[in-house]
């Protein structure tokens, strides 16, 4: 007899209820937890959580209203999310991904979603689950370097004018530690926001200090920031996360006074003896801009050689809604074709 699946869902205000499902979690990063989810302003997060006997699919989600009209939509928050499972995504039987398709969409119909869009996780294994569904668009490759074999052979990936430009750093005075005062998480704040501004990034990629601050109070993660220093000067820093088995540089910044130097190689090299210390599996460095192979994403792969598949889910729930948002939207302003959802980008 084929077990029914039940949806169960978690508002912001349910902390203890949002940490028992992640917690349980077959693989999880820090961007499921409550805690990170708590930091969000742009709408309502929710964990939806789809029980089959003993086991539950939970899908991390911000819920929006869409101005001007009764419907809502969804988005992830900033990073990589996506959904999680006690049991890994290909070891799942075909019923039990059959059930939860069905019943998330009769959860999105019943609430009037019109769309979903979610950053999954490099790491693990989501594209397996809604392919079914669709929408899912490959944007490109995020490095991680392995931290399972020894340093020095981490270390002999790194492309070789990596490894001497870290040890010209070191032998010129640049060193290393972390952010233990307001001052200089403050200073880290300024530099990451200078950095920035200086590409003219939207205002979603801006975080003040305020930010920092409670980052790295949070309990259901462990988070620094590690600084590069130069003489009195803070040259370049990183927000590093250790979740589970997974280290990620969150945001990184490097004053500009100091971008020939590259100072950021230095701390790239200090996370990997760090999150190898710490027994992680994998360091995260992420992907280019929108998973271009930009010069970010060439910067990234001079230390390692392992690549995942950055995939984002564009989920239209209600066509015909959404081809009413749409038209409604275009009608006042033109639409930049290439971004999801459409109405949202006049």
Same mark, same amino acid.
């Given at each position: 007899?084929?077990?029914?699946?039940?949806?169960?869902?978690?508002?912001?205000?349910?902390?203890?209820?949002?940490?028992?499902?992640?917690?349980?979690?077959?693989?999880?990063?820090?961007?499921?937890?409550?805690? #990170?989810?708590?930091?969000?302003?742009?709408?309502?997060?929710?964990?939806?959580? =789809?029980?089959? *006997?003993?086991?539950?699919?939970?899908?991390?989600?911000?819920?929006?209203?869409?101005?001007?009209?009764?419907?809502?939509?969804?988005?992830?928050?900033?990073? #990589?999310? *996506?959904?999680?499972?006690?049991?890994?995504?290909?070891?799942?039987?075909?019923?039990?991904?059959?059930?939860?398709?069905?019943?998330?969409?009769?959860?999105?119909?019943?609430?009037?979603?019109?769309?979903? =869009?979610?950053?999954?996780?490099?790491?693990?294994?989501?594209?397996?689950?809604?392919?079914?569904?669709?929408?899912?668009?490959?944007? *490109?490759?995020?490095?991680?370097?392995? /931290?399972?074999?020894?340093?020095?052979?981490?270390?002999?990936?790194?492309?070789?004018?990596?490894?001497?430009?870290?040890?010209?750093?070191?032998?010129?005075?640049?060193?290393?530690?972390?952010?233990?005062?307001?001052?200089?998480?403050?200073?880290?704040?300024?530099?990451?926001?200078?950095?920035?501004?200086?590409?003219?990034?939207? &205002?979603?990629?801006?975080?003040? $200090?305020?930010?920092?601050?409670?980052?790295?109070?949070?309990?259901? =993660? $462990?988070? $620094?920031?590690? /600084?590069?220093?130069?003489?009195?000067?803070?040259?370049?820093?990183?927000?590093?996360?250790?979740?589970?088995?997974?280290?990620?540089?969150?945001?990184? &910044?490097?004053?500009?006074?100091?971008?020939? $130097?590259?100072?950021?190689?230095?701390?790239?090299?200090?996370?990997? &003896?760090? *999150?190898?210390?710490?027994?992680?599996?994998?360091?995260?460095?992420?992907?280019?801009?929108?998973?271009?192979?930009?010069?970010?994403?060439?910067?990234?792969?001079? =230390?390692?050689?392992?690549?995942?598949?950055?995939?984002?889910?564009?989920?239209?729930?209600?066509?015909?809604?959404?081809?009413?948002?749409?038209?409604?939207?275009?009608?006042?302003?033109?639409?930049?074709?290439?971004?999801?959802?459409?109405?949202?980008?006049?």
């Amino acid at each position: 007899m084929e077990k029914d699946i039940t949806t169960e869902i978690i508002s912001i205000k349910e902390k203890n209820s949002w940490n028992y499902y992640i917690q349980r979690a077959n693989e999880y990063d820090f961007y499921h937890t409550w805690d #990170y989810h708590s930091l969000e302003k742009n709408g309502k997060p929710v964990l939806i959580v =789809f029980l089959h *006997g003993e086991d539950f699919i939970a899908f991390p989600l911000i819920k929006r209203s869409i101005e001007g009209s009764p419907y809502y939509d969804c988005t992830s928050a900033y990073g #990589y999310t *996506g959904p999680i499972s006690t049991l890994p995504f290909d070891m799942m039987d075909e019923n039990m991904i059959s059930a939860f398709n069905q019943a998330f969409t009769n959860y999105l119909k019943k609430e009037m979603i019109v769309t979903v =869009f979610s950053r999954f996780h490099p790491l693990i294994n989501q594209a397996l689950l809604l392919k079914e569904l669709g929408g899912l668009h490959f944007n *490109g490759k995020t490095i991680a370097i392995d /931290l399972k074999p020894s340093l020095e052979e981490i270390r002999l990936k790194y492309k070789r004018s990596v490894r001497q430009k870290v040890n010209q750093l070191r032998c010129k005075g640049f060193r290393l530690h972390r952010a233990e005062s307001k001052f200089e998480i403050s200073v880290f704040a300024r530099i990451y926001n200078d950095s920035m501004q200086k590409v003219q990034a939207s &205002a979603f990629y801006f975080f003040d $200090e305020t930010y920092f601050s409670k980052f790295l109070k949070f309990e259901n =993660f $462990e988070s $620094e920031i590690i /600084l590069c220093s130069y003489d009195n000067d803070v040259t370049s820093g990183i927000l590093v996360t250790y979740s589970k088995n997974i280290m990620q540089i969150h945001l990184a &910044a490097t004053d500009n006074r100091f971008l020939q $130097e590259s100072p950021m190689k230095l701390l790239f090299d200090e996370a990997v &003896a760090i *999150g190898k210390a710490r027994g992680m599996k994998f360091l995260h460095l992420g992907s280019g801009v929108g998973g271009r192979e930009d010069s970010l994403y060439q910067f990234k792969s001079c =230390f390692s050689d392992t690549s995942f598949e950055f995939i984002t889910w564009r989920y239209v729930v209600d066509i015909s809604t959404y081809n009413m948002l749409v038209e409604e939207k275009s009608q006042s302003q033109p639409i930049q074709s290439q971004l999801f959802p459409l109405y949202r980008f006049a």
